[in-house]
């Protein structure tokens, strides 16, 4: 992943004391968030010290007016640039110009306004570097995309994110492998695990014993994510319901739990929308079917979530099969939220915000985790315009995060 560097520009022509007294204000907000703070550039000839790249970012600090050419320049090398002007000096005006032709020769570029720098800049830092994260994203398909994900899955969506990510890698592990490994799990390391997850919930209606597959299932993918290298996956779960007659919703959960991504059923752009919102969140995140819609008001549900996310758990079989174990998640009403999905074919990052009016499971016709959350907008563009069926839920607001990760990839932000 390519660094973040501060690059204080000014015109030769500049009063030193008066510059120095804003570039520090400049370092004091964003000195500890960047890898690098470069000297005062007042020439061409001396951006060839800095060392920017075009894997890195450039926060560009425009110190005076004059600094047109020298923000155009940093453009050339840098990955993304971003202006960030302050309220004197002809700072601004000389963002203006420069911005402008930036953007009218296609460069990758952003302008902030917000002085003294804080939110908005900090926001776009972590929105670029969860962008080139996925880009280079080590990502493990345990068996083959779920046949009914007719619009999540295939050729094209594969091509599709490779054309937005460049060195994302896909891993294919058949899920032959996934059943060795887990068959070579020795007994002795699951009791300390089976009865941590059941004294962890506040109900059961499945036995102990229930709890044995799927916990070796667990240490198994981790055995794989380990020897491969990898770093997120997306499994064919209900396959490995046919072949051991259990389900991966508990061993999903503790992964995410423990801030590894994993998906269900193949659906790559959900797997891919689960990692980048987590690194914006910083934080687990779930996904869910997208149950039901209307007006403002959403369900989602799913049979797994990462524990570390709910106020308590029980433990239930899984919906659709009656095997296995799933989880009943609660989560606490009032939870600020974000629904999001990265759609490669449309090239759109849609986002919603809302507010959860319900986190506990009340109807036996839906997966065990059941989240109703009431949207800040209506809800018809998911319907109307559907991207496919599983969403993401972040549990904070992230959607100034999004829209930049948007603007930097060139999504539309739907």
């Known amino acids: 992943m390519g660094r973040v560097y501060l690059i204080p520009v000014a015109s030769p022509l500049h009063d030193p004391q008066a510059v120095n007294e804003v570039l520090n204000q400049y370092v004091g907000a964003l ?22 790249t ?14 047109e050419n020298l923000i155009v320049r940093v453009s ?8 960030l ?9 000389a963002s203006l110009e420069a911005y402008a032709t930036l953007t009218a020769s296609g460069k990758r570029s952003s302008l902030i306004v917000e002085w003294p720098p804080s939110g908005k800049v900090l926001d776009f830092i972590n929105a670029w570097r969860a962008a080139s994260r996925l880009s280079s994203l080590k990502l493990g398909l ?11 899955s295939g050729t094209e969506v594969e091509s599709r994110l490779k054309e937005l990510f460049s060195n994302m890698e896909f891993v ?24 941590n997850v059941f004294r962890g919930a506040t109900r059961s209606s499945v036995a102990r014993e229930e709890l044995v597959k799927p916990l070796k299932i667990y240490l198994a993918l981790k055995s794989i994510i380990s020897s491969y290298g990898l770093d997120a996956i997306t499994i064919r779960c209900f396959d490995v319901i046919k072949e051991l007659k259990t389900t991966a919703c508990l061993p999903l959960a503790l992964l995410n739990s423990e801030g590894f991504t994993a ?13 980048l919102a987590s690194k914006l969140s910083n934080a687990p995140v779930f996904m869910g079917n997208l149950a039901w819609a209307e007006g403002n008001e959403v369900l989602m549900a799913h049979c797994t979530i990462a524990l570390k996310l ?25 939870s600020r939220v974000t629904m999001a999905r990265l759609d490669p074919i449309t090239k759109t990052l849609r986002f919603a915000v809302g507010t959860v009016t319900s986190g506990v499971p009340s109807s036996t016709q839906h997966c065990r985790t059941q989240v109703r959350i009431r949207l800040d907008a209506d809800s018809k563009n998911l319907t109307e315009h559907p991207i496919g069926n599983h969403y993401v839920l972040a549990f904070k607001d992230i959607s100034d995060r999004l829209r930049y990760v948007a603007e930097i990839l060139g999504l539309a932000a739907d």
């Not at 050339?76 to 202006?83: F, I, P, S």
């Not at 345990?142 to 999540?152: A, H, K, Q, R, V």
């Open 54 to 67: 075009g894997e890195d970012l450039a926060l560009v600090a425009v110190l005076t007016g004059g600094s």
């Open 31 to 52: 000195g500890k968030h960047v890898d690098k703070v470069s000297k005062i550039v007042t020439s061409e000839g001396e951006l060839s010290n800095v060392g920017v």
């Open 76 to 83: 050339d090398l840098a990955g993304y640039t971003v202006l």
């Open 172 to 195: 294919r592990v058949d899920l032959e492998k996934l059943y060795e490994e887990a068959g070579r799990v020795p007994d002795s390391e699951v009791p300390s695990l089976v009865e």
């Open 263 to 275: 998906g269900c059923e193949g659906d790559l752009p959900a797997v891919v929308t689960m990692y």
């Open 85 to 93: 002007p302050h309220k004197t000096m002809n700072s601004l005006p």
């Open 142 to 152: 345990i068996g083959e995309p779920s046949p009914w994900l007719t619009y999540s």
């Open 310 to 334: 709910t106020s308590a758990y029980e433990l239930k079989t899984h919906f659709e099969s009656g095997l296995g174990v799933g989880i009943a998640g609660l989560i606490p009403e009032g």
